[in-house]
């Protein structure tokens, strides 16, 4: 897991440790010292850690002028134990919506397990939005299955063409406008 950074090809157009407006603003990273570990593997030491200690994400993106951030995890998203949403809620979406983030994309390729909990966050989140989104992009087929088998479903967009994006090919605008459209088509249904 150590080998599998966050990617970093629009660091040239967004860093989050340079963005004040970021819940990781001034955040010092090392590129040799590997300092968190999901269970008994290191993970690279750019992903940021957020207050849980089996999922970390990095924010590619935030785009206040139109709204919307593309955020990439890696790990086990677990809200039984750890309660991994309401540390993303509270320490990181919750930033961003009070600097009018309303939508919102989640890369999920590097989410290996979800363990549920209760929905409620999720559906804060939901609430929070106003007119936005949140949609999960490249989750693996068994951690879609499970937000599905609990409900989740019902406050984030995910599957179907959601799970099959080659996000890379993009940049960042041409990314949220391919979702946005995606999204629209979906919630327009």
């Given at each position: 897991m150590q080998d599998i950074?966050?990617?970093?090809?629009?660091?040239?157009?967004?860093?989050?440790?340079?963005?004040?407006?970021?819940p990781f603003y001034e955040r010092e990273y090392s590129e040799f010292e590997y300092t968190h570990h999901i269970y008994d593997y290191a993970i690279h030491?750019?992903?940021?850690?957020?207050?849980?200690?089996?999922?970390?994400?990095k924010i590619l993106i935030a785009d206040y002028d139109e709204g919307f951030a593309i955020i990439e995890l890696i790990g086990e998203w677990n809200d039984c134990i750890n309660n991994d949403i309401?540390?993303?809620?509270?320490?990181?979406?919750?930033c961003m919506l009070q600097e009018g983030i309303r939508k919102f994309i989640l890369i999920g390729e590097n989410v290996l397990n979800f363990h549920a909990s209760d929905d409620s966050y999720y559906e804060e989140w939901y609430e929070d939005l106003e007119d936005g989104w949140i949609a999960f992009l490249n989750?693996?087929?068994?951690?879609?299955r499970e937000f599905e088998k609990n409900n989740i479903d019902y406050y984030i967009l995910l599957g179907g063409k959601l799970n099959n994006v080659a996000w890379r090919?993009?940049?960042?605008?041409?990314?949220?406008?391919?979702?946005?459209?995606?999204?629209?088509?979906?919630?327009g249904n």
């Open positions: 950074e966050p990617y970093y090809n629009w660091r040239h157009i967004y860093i989050a440790a340079e963005d004040e407006l970021s030491p750019q992903w940021d850690d957020m207050g849980s200690e089996t999922l970390f994400i309401m540390f993303l809620k509270r320490d990181i979406i919750d989750f693996r087929e068994h951690v879609l090919t993009y940049n960042p605008t041409q990314l949220f406008n391919t979702i946005d459209n995606v999204v629209t088509k979906r919630i």
